[in-house]
């Protein structure tokens, strides 16, 4: 029972990183129509930034939560308005060229820069050891991760329910041509969207930072993951990336535990088994006509 | 001659090539303002192709649009609907999500010129109540306002596109067909509510219900192979011999 527990919690944890960065790629995916292949560079460079951050100026990680994201953000503007913008009009494999291109780029200079060995990074005191809960022993870092990611996703939720913005991102996600129908114009919240995108893959480095390897090649396996993370949740679907974050960080850490060997092939038996029987990921929408 | 006015929307000379195939071919198109205009033609004939031309959904290999004297040629889709053009969809498309009341309320807002208050939230928005509930009542949907779209019954579904067409406000209106796939007492509702929803307001409209386009219609044009093959009143156009035989096919005579 404890250790049902305890692996509850890891996989969570190890779902909000999912999580949060599918929710980024969702909502890219949604208004751009672009799959965001450096999604996992991105996410490297929240952990990268945040490790220089606090090797340089000391700043750790509670004002990281706050500034790398926002740096971020900007270097997601730039990305967009100097390359992505171009892949609107062009052909999907222009999309997967350019942005895995990308992302070969970005872990090469951070490589050139800082090599191949790991990044040092320490969590505040605060969120070291274990907080007792129901007489098992928790780790406070796992828990942290969880809560905070919880209430960014909640966040987000709110943003996209309750205010016009968030109105207009579902509209657009959902039936572009419906929403300019409608005299919306999409393509102003294309830059932000992309920037917001990439803030949100930065931050889920940043609360990897101290829990995993910061190293140039931490996005390659990720990006793999989050991409079965997607199909299970549906793609474009904004609920689906979170749900389907959560899921497969659950099934990692079940599969970590009980069947080692197989805990990576378990995420993608579950993938596969999600796509026979919803082709469109679980909250997907099946395209009709 | 014609003249610019009492013209809703003229096109001249309007093309459209998609790699070699000319969906609509040097098409001049004129409608009357506060007419109820209808395309009809068969499958292919270029009149969904026409309709996209018109809002901006596809540029013009070809040709000029006019919206009441102004060129809109080349506009965008949210232009256009900016500039009083508002159009439906051939297959239903909603925000399944999103009740019929979200969705009136951001066609409501979509073309209104504070677009940059985006932080507003939904509270201080809802000042626009009484439209929203008036327009919903006027489809019919008053009931329905705050269940999800995706569950409406079918002609519910396309009763609210009509809503969100005219929450625009538009001085045109170009519904695809709005009948399509519909039973018998929806397709009587819906002709209720178009003619109900058009005074005042110019209409363009496919249908291949030729019920709907002879009641509805004072003006039909007949596409083929997107060319206009003919035009006039329904009465003119049902007797024409090319008509005919571009529905019949050239062995009905025999």
């Not at chain 1, 007489?135 to 987000?156: D, E, M, R, T």
């Not at chain 1, 904004?238 to 009980?258: D, P, S």
């Not at chain 2, 999103?98 to 807002?109: D, F, I, Y």
Request: charged content about 15%; hydrophobic content about 50%.
């Amino acid at each position: 029972m404890s250790d049902v527990l305890q692996y509850t919690v890891q996989g969570l944890a190890a779902g909000s990183f999912y999580a949060l960065a599918a929710l980024g790629l969702a909502i890219i995916f949604g208004v751009l129509g672009v799959v965001n292949f450096a999604h996992g560079a991105f996410y490297m460079l929240g952990a990268v930034t945040a490790a220089v951050l606090l090797d340089t100026t000391e700043i750790g990680l509670w004002w990281a939560l706050l500034v790398v994201p926002l740096l971020l953000f900007g270097f997601g503007v730039v990305v967009e308005r100097l390359l992505v913008q171009w892949l609107l009009r062009l052909d999907p494999l222009y999309n997967f060229l350019l942005t895995f291109g990308l992302t070969l780029l970005l872990v090469d200079l951070v490589k050139r820069k800082y090599g191949v060995s790991g990044l040092p990074y320490e969590r505040p005191e605060v969120l070291d050891g274990r907080f007792e809960l129901l007489g098992v022993g928790l780790p406070k870092y796992q828990l942290f991760v969880l809560i905070f990611s919880i209430a960014v996703c909640l966040v987000v939720w709110l943003v996209m329910t309750r205010t016009r913005i968030g109105m207009i991102v579902r509209a657009s996600t959902e039936r572009p041509e419906l929403a300019r129908a409608l005299g919306i114009n999409v393509g102003r919240w294309v830059t932000p969207v992309f920037g917001f995108g990439v803030a949100l893959a930065g931050l889920a480095g940043v609360l990897a930072a101290p829990f995993r390897a910061i190293t140039a090649d931490m996005g390659n396996d990720f990006i793999i993951i989050l991409f079965a993370v997607v199909v299970i949740g549906g793609l474009g679907s904004i609920v689906g990336a979170v749900v389907g974050g959560f899921l497969v960080g659950l099934v990692e850490a079940f599969g970590q535990a009980y069947a080692p060997t197989y805990a990576q092939i378990l995420i993608f038996v579950l993938m596969a088994a999600v796509v026979l029987v919803r082709p469109a990921g679980l909250f997907g929408r099946e395209e009709t006509a | 001659m014609t003249t610019t006015h009492g013209v809703a929307l003229r096109t001249v000379s309007l093309t459209k090539q998609f790699r070699g195939f000319t969906a609509v071919r040097s098409v001049d198109l004129e409608v009357a303002q506060g007419g109820v205009h209808a395309l009809v033609g068969p499958n292919g004939a270029g009149k969904t192709t026409l309709f996209n031309l018109l809002t901006g959904f596809l540029r013009p290999s070809d040709g000029t649009i006019v919206v009441f004297g102004e060129d809109v040629t080349g506009l965008p889709p949210e232009k256009i609907a900016r500039k009083g053009v508002a159009r439906s969809f051939q297959i239903t498309s909603l925000f399944e999500n999103m009740t019929p009341r979200e969705h009136v309320e951001l066609a409501l807002q979509g073309g209104s010129s504070q677009g940059l208050r985006f932080w507003r939230s939904e509270r201080l928005l809802r000042r626009y109540r009484p439209d929203v509930d008036d327009l919903l009542d006027r489809v019919g949907l008053s009931a329905q306002a705050d269940r999800p779209s995706g569950l409406l019954a079918y002609g519910q579904k396309r009763a609210l596109e009509l809503a969100l067409v005219l929450a625009l406000d538009p001085k045109v209106m170009l519904l695809d067909e709005p009948t399509a796939g519909m039973g018998i007492e929806d397709v009587d509702r819906t002709v209720e509510l178009i003619r109900s929803i058009s005074a005042g307001r110019t209409v363009v409209f496919v249908d291949h219900n030729m019920h709907v386009v002879g009641s509805l219609a004072d003006r039909v044009t007949v596409l083929q192979q997107g060319e206009i093959l003919a035009e006039g009143t329904y009465d003119d156009v049902r007797r024409d011999a090319r008509v005919v035989t571009a529905y019949l096919g050239e062995s009905h005579d025999a």
